[in-house]
């Protein structure tokens, strides 16, 4: 019989721990696209899942400078369950806050939890 750094259930229990790990509580929102009954769409955001166990850490912030306009871009990182469905074109609600996804890790059979860089709208 091979030797092998985890036995079975270990990534089981691995993930269970880290998802006490996840203080916050979030909404995750899709874009929708509705008619606008004279040949174009409105986009909105629809929430696909609630009560999503999760931690927004804050990661960096830059001034921005455009034509008689300031802009602050937030960067933050949220760490959900490694299973839990999270696409680059999302929106993630905590509060009266809203972040815009930017990236979302690229998932491997070791994780415990699945990370996306998020910007403040």
């Known amino acids: ?4 750094l985890l036995q079975t259930g270990d990534m089981a229990y691995m993930r269970s ?7 916050d ?5 899709r874009r929708t696209l509705e008619s606008d009954k004279q040949g174009g769409f ?3 955001w629809s929430i ?3 009560n999503i166990p999760a931690r927004i850490s804050f990661m960096s912030s830059a001034e921005k400078f ?4 300031e802009d ?3 960067r933050f990182t949220v760490t959900v369950a490694y299973d839990q469905s999270l696409e680059q074109s999302d929106r993630i609600s905590h509060g009266e806050d809203t972040y815009e996804v930017v990236s979302v890790t690229s998932s491997r059979s070791w994780d ?3 990370r996306c860089q998020a910007r403040q709208v």
């Open 1 to 4: 019989m091979a030797d092998y």
């Open 17 to 23: 721990q880290a998802n006490q790990a996840l203080p």
């Open 25 to 29: 509580v979030v909404s995750i929102l």
């Open 42 to 44: 409105t986009e909105g």
């Open 48 to 50: 696909v899942y609630e």
């Open 66 to 69: 455009a034509v008689a306009r």
């Open 72 to 74: 602050v871009d937030t």
């Open 112 to 114: 415990t939890s699945k």
